[in-house]
C-alpha cells in the first residue's frame, strides 16, 4: 500500500522518524530514503530520542541517499533480513515523483510505502502526485483513494491545508482537471473560501483587540510616567541636576543640558564622564542649520552620521529666544523620553533664564569692580577689598591687559566685547572707552587670549608688567594702555609693555625715570661692590668707545682679555646682550640719563 503522508516542509524528517520509529516498535524493517546530510542527522537524532538502536549499515533501519537508486534500496533491504525477520517498510522523505519509482529491485518484499510530501505542494502540481498513491495522510487522518468519493475527501482535507485563495482556486482547478467531479469539487471551493475569509477576519480582529491591547499599555505607561515626572518635578525643587538624574533613571538614558551654541552646562550624573556635546559632534555649519530648524518645545531626533555614533533626541529651550537645549543621548525609550523631555521644558527654561540673569548680574558687578580698580581712586584698602571680591589674592601675581577698538567705538560695543571676555573665563571691566582684562601669568592665558581675539574682534590689546599687590593695579593698567595705543597705530593685535623699549621715555612722568627702562643700570649698580670692578665705569668707557674692545681696554689700561671678562660679567649681571646695536643704544641712553639726573640733585 502506497500512502502519501503530507506534512509541512519542516516537520518532513521528523514524521519520517516517527513513522520509522513507530514500524520498529511493530517487529518491521524499514529504509528511511533521505535528501542529504541534513535530513540524515534530523532522523538519526529524532530516532534515538524515540529509542530505537540506530547502528548505520546493521540493523532493522537503514538510512539510504535517494540518489543511490535502486540498487542501494536493495543492499539496504538484504542488510536488514540479517537482523529479522519482519516486515519491510519503506518511507520516502521528501517524495516528489511517482511512489514506485525506485521499487524494481525490492518491490516483492516491500508490504507498505510512504511518501512524505511537503503540504505546499498541495496548490501546485503536487497534487498529482498525491492523487496516485493509494490512499493520503492528512495530520493522521488516512483517507483511502480507490472510489470517487473517496478522492472528493481526499480534496476536501487537502484543500483544508492551504492558507491563500489563489492556492485554493488552483488546487481545485487542478483536482477537476484529474477526473474529479466537478460539482461535488465546487461546493468543497466554496466552503474553503469562507473558511479562509473567516480566518482573515480572525486574524484582522487578533491585530485589531492585540494594537488596542498595546495602546492600552502605552497609554497606562505615559500616565505613569506623567505621574512620575510630576512627583520629580516636585521633589527637585527647581535644581536642575535632580530633575535631569530623575528624567535620565526613567528614560534609561543619559540627559545633557547644552547652552545656545550646544556646549555643555550639565549632565544627569549618569554616566561619571558625560557624553561628549552636539558642539564636539557637529560642526559648525550643520549645528547652525539644526539651530535654525528647532522649534520651541518641540522634539526631533539628530542622526551624528554613522549608525555606530548613535541619534540625539534635542529640544529647543526658549520661545522668542535660544537659551539652550535639551539632548537625550541614544534613548532607549523614545516614547517616555518625549514625555520627560515636555515636563522638563518649563523648569529648566525657568532655570536657564534665572541663570542668564544671575550671570548678568555677576558680570556687570564684576567689570564695574575691576573699572575702579584701574581707575586709581582706590586707596591700598579699597583696592585690597575690590580685588578680594575678584579672585586675585596679595602675593599672586596678575597682569592688567587694555583692549582698544581700531576704529571708532559705536556706544554699547565695549559692553558686548566685556560680555564675550567674561564668557571665556577673563575678568573684564569698561574703562576709557576700552576695555580692562585682568589676567593671570599661567601659560595658557596669552594663547586663550589670542584665540579669542581672533575669532571674534577687530581690537589692539595692550599687556602691563606684572604685579603682585591690587594697589599696583591702576599703574598696571596704565602700561597696558600704553603699549595698546603703540599697538593700534602701528596696526598690531598685541604689545606687551616690555616691548615699548626707548618709547617708554616719552610717556608721562619719564622724566622721574623708568624704574623698567633703567633696571640693567640699577642692577650693576647693586652689584658695584662685590665684583672687583666699576662695572657703570666698564660699561660706560665701552659704550663710549663705540663697542670697540682694544680701544676700551687702552683707555683702561688693561688687557683685552680681562676686559672681556669684565663685559662677559657685566652681561651676566644685567640680563642684557651687549653685542645687539639697540640694547647697547638703550644702555648708553639710560646712563646718560642717570647720570644728568644726579649731576642735577647735586
Not at 466554496?190 to 495602546?215: F, N, W
Not at 542649520?289 to 520651541?296: G, N, Q, S, T, W
Not at 599661567?442 to 590689546?461: A, C, I
Request: charged content about 25%; glycine content about 8%; proline content about 5%.
Amino acid at each position: 500500500m502506497h500512502t502519501a503522508v503530507v506534512v509541512a516542509a519542516d516537520q518532513l524528517p521528523a514524521a519520517g522518524a516517527r513513522l520509522a520509529a513507530d514500524a520498529i516498535a511493530a517487529g518491521d524493517r524499514v529504509l528511511l530514503v533521505h535528501r542529504g546530510a541534513l535530513d540524515s542527522a534530523q532522523l538519526a537524532v529524532t530516532l534515538e530520542a524515540a529509542g530505537v538502536d540506530l547502528r548505520f549499515r546493521s540493523g532493522t533501519v537503514e538510512l539510504v541517499h535517494v540518489a543511490g537508486g535502486p540498487t542501494s534500496l536493495a543492499d539496504a533491504a538484504a542488510r536488514t533480513r540479517q537482523y529479522g525477520g519482519g516486515a519491510l517498510r519503506l518511507i520516502l522523505v521528501a517524495a516528489t515523483g511517482s511512489p514506485t519509482s525506485c521499487l524494481p529491485e525490492i518491490e516483492d518484499d516491500v508490504v507498505a510505502v510512504s511518501c512524505l510530501i511537503d503540504s505546499s505542494r498541495v496548490g501546485g502540481t503536487g497534487l498529482d502526485t498525491i492523487l496516485r498513491h493509494d490512499a493520503v495522510d492528512v495530520h493522521g487522518q488516512v483517507t483511502e483513494l480507490h472510489t470517487p468519493a473517496d478522492r472528493v475527501l481526499a480534496v476536501d482535507l487537502l484543500l483544508g491545508l492551504l492558507r491563500r485563495p489563489e492556492d485554493v482556486e488552483r488546487a481545485a482547478s487542478r483536482a477537476v482537471a484529474l477526473g474529479i467531479d466537478a460539482g461535488p469539487v465546487d461546493r468543497i471551493l466554496g466552503v474553503h473560501r469562507r473558511r479562509i475569509e473567516d480566518r482573515r477576519a480572525l486574524v484582522a480582529s487578533r491585530g485589531e483587540i492585540t494594537a488596542l491591547r498595546r495602546d492600552a499599555d502605552a497609554e497606562q505607561k505615559r500616565h505613569a510616567a506623567l505621574r512620575a515626572a510630576d512627583t520629580a518635578l516636585r521633589a527637585a525643587d527647581g535644581d536642575v541636576g535632580a530633575l535631569l538624574a530623575t528624567a535620565a533613571a526613567a528614560t534609561v538614558s543619559a540627559m545633557l543640558l547644552e547652552d545656545r551654541d550646544f556646549h555643555l552646562l550639565r549632565w544627569s550624573d549618569e554616566p561619571e564622564r558625560p557624553p561628549p556635546d552636539l558642539a564636539h559632534l557637529l560642526s559648525p555649519t550643520r549645528r547652525s542649520r539644526l539651530a535654525d530648524e528647532f522649534r520651541p518645545g518641540a522634539v526631533a531626533q539628530v542622526r551624528l552620521g554613522t549608525p555606530s555614533a548613535g541619534t540625539r533626541l534635542v529640544m529647543r529651550l526658549g520661545e522668542r529666544e535660544v537659551l539652550g537645549y535639551l539632548s537625550v543621548v541614544n534613548p532607549a525609550l523614545p516614547d517616555i523620553a518625549d514625555l520627560w523631555m515636555s515636563k522638563l521644558e518649563a523648569p529648566l527654561v525657568a532655570a536657564l533664564r534665572c541663570e542668564r540673569e544671575l550671570g548678568r548680574v555677576v558680570v556687570d558687578l564684576s567689570g564695574s569692580l575691576l573699572s575702579q580698580l584701574v581707575s586709581g581712586s582706590l586707596d591700598p584698602a579699597e583696592a585690597l577689598q575690590v580685588a578680594t571680591h575678584l579672585g586675585w589674592r596679595p602675593g599672586v601675581q596678575r597682569r592688567l591687559a587694555a583692549v582698544l577698538w581700531r576704529d571708532a567705538d559705536p556706544v554699547g560695543r565695549s559692553e558686548t566685547l566685556r560680555d564675550s571676555a567674561q564668557r571665556v573665563g577673563f575678568a573684564a571691566g569698561v574703562s576709557n572707552g576700552g576695555l580692562a582684562l585682568l589676567l593671570d601669568t599661567e601659560e595658557d592665558t596669552m594663547p586663550r587670549l589670542l584665540k579669542w581675539l581672533k575669532q571674534e574682534w577687530s581690537v589692539s590689546v595692550g599687556v602691563g608688567g606684572t604685579v603682585t599687590q591690587p594697589s599696583q593695579a591702576a599703574r598696571a593698567f596704565r602700561e597696558a594702555v600704553w603699549a595698546a595705543r603703540l599697538a593700534k597705530s602701528s596696526q598690531r593685535q598685541v604689545v606687551a609693555f616690555e616691548e615699548l623699549g626707548i618709547h617708554r621715555l616719552l610717556l608721562p612722568g619719564a622724566e622721574a625715570g623708568d624704574p623698567a627702562f633703567e633696571e640693567p643700570v640699577r642692577l650693576l649698580e647693586q652689584a658695584d661692590d662685590g665684583i672687583g670692578f666699576e662695572p657703570l665705569k666698564t660699561l660706560g668707557t665701552y659704550l663710549d668707545c663705540g663697542g670697540s674692545p682694544a680701544v676700551t681696554a687702552r683707555r683702561l689700561g688693561l688687557h683685552v682679555n680681562s676686559l672681556r671678562y669684565r663685559l662677559k660679567r657685566i652681561a651676566q649681571l644685567s640680563g642684557v646682550d651687549l653685542a645687539d646695536p639697540e640694547q647697547q643704544f638703550r644702555l648708553q641712553l639710560a646712563l646718560r640719563l642717570r647720570q644728568a639726573r644726579n649731576a642735577l640733585r647735586d
